[in-house]
T-cell receptor, first 111, second 117 residues
Framework: RKEVEQDPGPFNVPEGATVAFNCTYS??????FFWYRQDCRKEPKLLMS???SGNEDGRFTAQLNRASQYISLLIRDSKLSDSATYLC????????????FGGGTRLMVKP | EPEVTQTPSHQVTQMGQEVILRCVPI?????FYWYRQILGQKVEFLVS??????SEKSEIFDDQFSVERPDGSNFTLKIRSTKLEDSAMYFC??????WGGGNEKLFFGSGTQLSVL
């Protein structure tokens, strides 16, 4: 079983749509959770941390379900500029802050 | 925003040659990392470095790999004898080490694309 599993997509959505991505992780000792964004052949960039209580940053909402080992990202009112690959990332803080990445979900927002 | 700088952006080498990838982490950061991403695959952890020594390394980081902080600013990754399967984008990253509570942030450099022929 992969440590961090994501649907690779692509998700093709029109501008203005709401889209949701899911991620599952296998290591129950994981302590910190993130969504990163990666544009084609660029470095990953932190989009947002994910808290147990759920958190929102503008059009982006992240949720964590520790019992199910499940993380989600919701993007409302999609923009063309949201087109990218979204990486689910977990870490066990006892493991030297090593990030474990999922394979990413590709989003393409069309006009 | 402060940046992690990597050079070169592209490196082409022959199989069996040694390569050194260079990184300048953010100046007040204490933790340094190398990750790699083979084309079409996920980002993979290689090694973390703190206080002038390796703190964690993955199975990928075998005896062919080494890291060094030769001075107060540079952080290098050396591959002693490159193999075809070492072809990948190599990302350097740094952090201030303040982890926990969801405020953690790793800053990634723009990467070095290594092509082994």
């Amino acid at each position: 079983r992969k440590e961090v599993e994501q649907d690779p997509g692509p998700f093709n959505v029109p501008e203005g749509a709401t889209v949701a991505f899911n991620c599952t992780y296998s290591n129950s000792a994981s302590q910190s959770f993130f969504w990163y964004r990666q544009d084609c052949r660029k470095e990953p960039k932190l989009l947002m941390s994910v808290y147990s209580s759920g958190n929102e940053d503008g059009r982006f909402t992240a949720q964590l379900n520790r019992a199910s080992q499940y993380i989600s990202l919701l993007i409302r009112d999609s923009k063309l500029s949201d087109s990218a690959t979204y990486l689910c990332v977990v870490t066990n803080n006892n493991a030297g802050n090593m990030l474990t990445f999922g394979g990413g979900t590709r989003l393409m927002v069309k006009p | 925003e402060p940046e992690v700088t990597q050079t070169p952006s592209h490196q082409v080498t022959q199989m069996g040659q040694e390569v050194i990838l260079r990184c300048v982490p953010i100046s007040n950061h204490l933790y340094f990392y190398w990750y790699r991403q083979i084309l079409g695959q996920k980002v993979e952890f290689l090694v973390s470095f703190y206080n002038n020594e390796i703190s964690e390394k993955s199975e990928i980081f075998d005896d062919q790999f080494s890291v060094e902080r030769p001075d107060g600013s540079n952080f290098t990754l050396k591959i002693r004898s490159t193999k075809l399967e070492d072809s990948a984008m190599y990302f350097c990253a740094s952090s201030d080490g303040v982890w926990g509570g969801g405020n953690e942030k790793l800053f990634f450099g723009s990467g070095t694309q290594l092509s082994v022929l």
